[in-house]
């Protein structure tokens, strides 16, 4: 039987089942058959913190949503077109975000009355008429995937583990996914256990060919690949933390020093270590502290001995790590701060994302100890943001902080690799002779005396001839380094300290203005999807709308302020409570407006759409 194909210009799917059932694997093999056949896609990962959070509960669900297209992209999507339940809390966990009409897949074989009682329904909801406004597929899969794996002589339990294969099997015949690597991908997964690697293969291969045989699909799709959407060049889909840890050891090669990173593990942030950790033929080196002040610590020491010094963390860990920031603002000493916000306060929402971070990094020390902020806009920019923020470093002497989130650093999107020609050159020069003449004509070496143009202060490597120097928390004096409780002198180290910062290049403010405009909408980090999303479907409602981001949060862009001078009004959208629109009124005496969200979640492009067009009274 020939079966009809439609074309689709995009699709949303979701997986959606317990935090043991596989989801996140689902969901990144589908992802990877996406990326290598062409579409433009973004994702968003969910799970709970816990490590095998309670089974068939709904603080229990963990799911894996991709938005795939013809055309450019944004956003992993506001509702799911398909939405796979593989148990009845996967099912009333994500109905309220499935759209009327839509495709639902659910495994049968959970909707037995304890898994649907632990959740609240009384009845079935394949039965009780729950779903009747939606295209729901019921299939067995696990007894489908048991059935498949017989021969294999597998436990029943070992057997049903597969089962996310077999829905994997069944979405990539849907969508004609390409499957070659899938396979070769689990044979290299579980290569010790050849026969568990077989049977995952087997259970995939079973779902495929239960699309193409049972009457129940009788449409699949086809979403052509995005030829449009990427300029030409080399491309491979990429998370934001792998893309933060290339750029990172980018930074270090483009700099010819060696990386270091001093680190403790925490989520959202821990990939960044894990990658680092397998690239030691790249001069990197990776060192899990028992501690955040320790991972810190380590960081500075290097950063001391010549090295490019990085630490990553998240909020809480930023907390820990606030004194030796400020040592390394007095210091003066290149260190890169990435912050992978996640929800807060203390642990908070481990596994869901925020923006709540900014202040924190701006003022979150003692005394007057101001820090460059860099935020990354999307996955794929967390690369060059990584560059931007080891730029800065470098060229003034001064600790960094790099801002992503949870939803830029699991998320992902298609990369185009870059040519090496085209990164930057981030070489520096250490001091290697004395830089001042005393009065006696003795050559000495000042290490706080500054180039007169960055302000920053000579980068010596300990041991370097006749180039010994103190360094220490306490106030130095200007010029040579020495001790110093002299008022006048405390604040001349102030002010040139600030003036370091205030005088970093960045780009001017970049505005997307159709002309006609009078509101902006301003961002920053994350927040850039969907403002763009959002934005576009205005655009083409005829609504007149401005919109620009921002990647350098201290420094402001120097033409910031005349930028929000053109508009009557200025919105901000945040995954706060209104950060960046509080530096905003008191930097520039602007009236921005704040629209806010703190669930955990990103916001949604419709959600925003709607915001805005209230905020400009369409």
Known sequence: MLKEVKRLDRVIIRFAGDSGDGMQLTGDRFTSETASFGNDL?????????????????PGVSSFQLHFADHDILTPGDAPNVLVAMNPAALKANLADVPRGADIIVNTDEFTK?????????????????????NVHPVPLTTLTVEALKEFGLPRKEAERSKNMFALGLLSWMYHRP??????FLRQKFAKK???????????????NFGETTEDFAVSYEVAPATKAFPTGTYRNISGNLALAYGLIAASRQADLPLYLGSYPITPASDILHELSKHKNFGVRTFQAEDEIAGIGAALGAAFGGSLAVTTTSGPGVALK??????AVSLELP???VDIQRGGPSTGLPTKTEQADLLQAMYGRNGEAPVPIVAPKTPADCFDAALDAARIALTYRTPVFLLSDGYLANGSEPWRIPDTDELPDLRVQFATVPNHTLADGTEVFWPYK???????????VPGTPGLEHRIGGIEKQDGTGNISYDPANHEFMVRTRQAKIDGIEVPDLEVDDPGGADTLVLGWGSTYGPITAAVRRLRAEGVAIAQAHLRHLNPFPRNLGEVLGRYDKVVVPEMNLGQLATLIRAQFVVDAQSYTQVNGMPFKAEQLAQALKEAINV
């Open 322 to 327: 606030s004194e030796t920031i400020g040592l």
């Open 179 to 184: 499957t070659e690597a899938t396979e070769a």
């Open 335 to 337: 260190l890169l701060i």
């Open 114 to 134: 304890r898994p649907m009682a632990k959740v609240g329904y009384a009845t079935s909801p394949l039965e009780d008429g729950t779903l009747e406004a939606y």
């Open 450 to 460: 500054r180039d007169p143009q960055t302000l920053a202060r000579p980068w010596a």
């Open 42 to 58: 973004s994702t968003l990962p969910n799970f709970p913190a816990e490590i095998r959070a309670p089974a068939g509960t709904l």
């Open 194 to 208: 050849p026969e568990i690697a077989e049977a995952n293969v087997a259970a995939f291969r079973a779902g495929w």
